[in-house]
C-alpha cells in the first residue's frame, strides 16, 4: 500500500504542462496542424534558430502577404500574393486583385494581436520572413487556403495542399482570370 500511496503523490505533485500537449507530429521548425481544430501553430521553443515575437504596436497591412509591425517589416514566408498594383479580370471587368489580397488580410487581422515566427534568415532583399498567426491561425493558410495567396513553391511546399483545395472549390483568385504574381514581377 505504500507503494501506491506514493505513485498518487507523486502524480498529483508531478507538474502537467498541457499548452503543447495535443495531437500532431512537428516538423522541423516545431510547427504542424492541430488535428483537433484544423488550425496550424509553432511552438518556437521547438527551433533555436526560429524567434517568436508578438505585436506590441500598431500593424500596418502593406499588402496580401507583408505588414509591418512597428518600424520592423515582415514578409510571410512560403506565400506570394499580387502585387497591390496588379489587376485580375472578373466577369469581363478589371479588379485589384493586390487591393483585394491586402483587404482581406486587414479584414483577417481587424485589431487582434499578431504572433510571429521568424525565420533564421531573411530573404534577398533583407526582409524578416516569418509566419504570422491570429489566435493560434497561421495568417500565410488563412490566405492561401481562401484563394487569396498562392503555394510559393520555389521555396517551400509548406501551403501546396492550401492552394490545391482553394483552386478545387473556385475561391477568391481562382475565380478570376489572373497572372501570377512572380509573372508579373518579371514584366
Given amino acids: 500500500m505504500p507503494k501506491f500511496t506514493l505513485l498518487i503523490l507523486i502524480f498529483l505533485l508531478y507538474p502537467i504542462n498541457s499548452s503543447n500537449s495535443h495531437s500532431g507530429r512537428t516538423n522541423a521548425e516545431g510547427c504542424h496542424n492541430q488535428t483537433s481544430n484544423g488550425s496550424y501553430h509553432c511552438h518556437s521553443s521547438k527551433s533555436n534558430s526560429n524567434r517568436s515575437f508578438k505585436s506590441?504596436?500598431?500593424?500596418?497591412?502593406?499588402?496580401?502577404?507583408?505588414?509591418?509591425?512597428?518600424?520592423?517589416?515582415?514578409?510571410f514566408s512560403g506565400i506570394d500574393t499580387p502585387e497591390i498594383r496588379q489587376?485580375?479580370?472578373?466577369?469581363?471587368?478589371?479588379?485589384?486583385?493586390?487591393?483585394?489580397?491586402?483587404?482581406?488580410?486587414?479584414?483577417?487581422?481587424?485589431?487582434?494581436q499578431v504572433v510571429c515566427v521568424e525565420e533564421s534568415?531573411?530573404?534577398?532583399?533583407?526582409?524578416?520572413?516569418?509566419e504570422c498567426f491570429v489566435n493560434n491561425e497561421s495568417l500565410s493558410k488563412y490566405m492561401v487556403r481562401?484563394?487569396?495567396?498562392?503555394?510559393?513553391?520555389?521555396?517551400?511546399?509548406?501551403?501546396?495542399?492550401?492552394?490545391?483545395?482553394?483552386?478545387?472549390?473556385?475561391?477568391?483568385?481562382w475565380k478570376m482570370n489572373f497572372e501570377y504574381p512572380w509573372n508579373y514581377r518579371k514584366k
Avoid at 506590441?56 to 507583408?66: A, H, L, M
Avoid at 505588414?67 to 514578409?75: L, M, P, S, V
Avoid at 471587368?93 to 485589431?111: P, W
Fill in 87 to 112: 489587376t485580375c479580370t472578373k466577369d469581363s471587368q478589371i479588379v485589384y486583385c493586390g487591393v483585394i489580397a491586402q483587404k482581406i488580410l486587414k479584414e483577417k487581422i481587424s485589431d487582434q
Fill in 146 to 173: 481562401n484563394g487569396y495567396a498562392f503555394a510559393s513553391r520555389l521555396y517551400s511546399n509548406k501551403f501546396v495542399q492550401d492552394e490545391d483545395y482553394a483552386k478545387e472549390n473556385n475561391l477568391g483568385l
Fill in 121 to 130: 534568415k531573411p530573404d534577398k532583399y533583407q526582409r524578416v520572413l516569418a
Fill in 56 to 75: 506590441q504596436n500598431q500593424i500596418r497591412v502593406v499588402d496580401g502577404d507583408t505588414i509591418h509591425i512597428g518600424e520592423k517589416k515582415i514578409r
